[in-house]
């Protein structure tokens, strides 16, 4: 299912950098979500965007900042990274109701020396 | 709040075995639950939704309303199975750690 695309795959980057990791989809869904996974910790919620004008935090949003540019596009913003930051990202998508179940994309590795 | 637990952090079974991954829920009512799964170095999809009452994988789930629970269950464990597992109800975008189920040969 290509229909949620994130870019990059891969990024390996230096503490204090800024990095944007950045999601669209085909799917024409207007819910769209950010986690990250942790061994051991699953996943966890950082932003969530119902729609273009709507922006929320999640579980664990300090240090991180998010764009919704348009239905199909949101991306996330690391400001200043940290290592701690180092996991796996992933992009989701759902319907408008909220009983459709959410697509996702491939993730980003992110690792920040 | 409608809430999730899945107790178990790992589950390693030999192949063959059956296989139950546990969710309890602690909210009432008649929830609708998710199962999703993640294959190595793969994203999370969607394995079954219970009100589908599907059998996908030669996995089921079926909600226990006595039990407040949805259990994941498969008969006889495939190496193939092995992934992690989350359980989630259905409009709540929390995933929690889930379920790393490992199959063994």
């Known amino acids: 299912d290509a229909d949620v695309t994130q870019t990059p795959r891969n990024r390996i980057t230096k503490t204090g950098k800024r990095i944007m990791l950045e999601c669209s989809q085909t799917k024409g869904h207007d819910r769209m979500y950010w986690y990250r996974q942790d061994p051991g910790l699953g996943l966890q919620l950082i932003y969530y965007s119902f729609d273009v004008k709507d922006i929320n935090k999640g579980e664990i949003s300090d240090g991180y900042s998010v764009s919704r540019q348009a239905q199909a596009k949101f991306s996330l913003s690391l400001e200043s990274a940290i290592p701690n930051q180092t996991a796996l990202y992933f992009c989701a998508t759902s319907g408008r109701t909220g009983d459709q179940p959410q697509h996702f994309g491939d993730g980003t590795r992110l690792s920040i020396l | 709040a409608q809430r999730v637990t899945q107790p178990e952090k790992l589950l390693s079974v030999f192949k063959g075995a059956p296989v139950e991954l546990k969710c309890n829920y602690s909210?009432?009512?008649?929830?609708?639950l998710f199962w999703y799964v993640q294959y190595s170095r793969q994203r999370l999809q969607l394995l079954l939704r219970h009100i589908s009452r599907e059998s996908i994988k030669g996995f089921t789930a079926d909600l226990n309303k006595g039990e407040t629970s949805f259990h994941l269950k498969k008969p006889f464990a495939q190496e193939e199975d092995s992934a992690m597992y989350y359980c989630?109800?259905?409009?709540?975008?929390?995933f929690g750690a889930g379920t790393r189920l490992t199959v063994k040969p």
């Open positions: 909210y009432s009512g008649s929830p609708e």
């Open positions: 989630t109800p259905m409009g709540d975008m929390r």
